[in-house]
């Protein structure tokens, strides 16, 4: 079980993972040693699984960001894989998510324009036979963050 020393280093690592070790420690109220214990101990049991960087989609010139609902007629195992693997290899799509209800899965693409995510779609209709495929662009970003709600802990 985790204390509320562990939640709130939790919750700064996720505001910041290039956060000094020691400005953790003060916040937290521990010495070096025993936060960096702590730290070690979080990435052991998985709760912390990588350290990366945001980078701004914008100054990457991804500036359009697709919402694709996908329906299949094939609920199989080996199509599963296959559609795994499709969109693993296409670096624009960032989410895959297998949903309940009418929609099959949903995917997240960015792209720098309309015409880059037909090519995205081409990509990918041409690699599995799909049902159907919807995409709805997203228009505003009104909450966009990374980091997860700790208190359920």
């Given at each position: 079980m985790l204390d509320s020393k562990d939640k709130l280093i939790l919750d700064l690592l996720q505001r910041d993972a290039s956060m000094p070790l020691n400005d953790i420690a003060e916040r937290?109220?521990?010495?070096?040693?025993?936060?960096?214990?702590r730290i070690?101990?979080?990435e052991q049991q998985g709760f912390i699984q990588a350290?990366?960087?945001?980078?701004?989609?914008?100054?990457?010139?991804?500036g359009v960001t697709v919402f694709v609902s996908v329906r299949?007629?094939?609920?199989?195992?080996q199509w599963l894989a296959q559609f795994k693997q499709a969109i693993a290899d296409i670096s624009e799509i960032i989410e895959a998510h297998r949903m309940s209800g009418s929609i099959d899965y949903l995917l997240q693409v960015v792209v720098p324009s309309i015409d880059d995510y037909d090519r995205v779609y081409q990509e990918l209709i041409e690699k599995l036979p799909f049902n159907?495929?919807?995409?709805?662009?997203?228009?505003?970003v009104m909450k966009s963050t990374t980091s997860l709600p700790t208190h359920y802990l």
């Open positions: 937290v109220g521990l010495s070096s040693t025993p936060c960096w214990r070690q101990k979080l350290r990366v960087a945001l980078l701004d989609r914008a100054k990457l010139n991804l299949t007629a094939q609920h199989n195992q159907d495929i919807s995409s709805a662009f997203s228009m505003e």
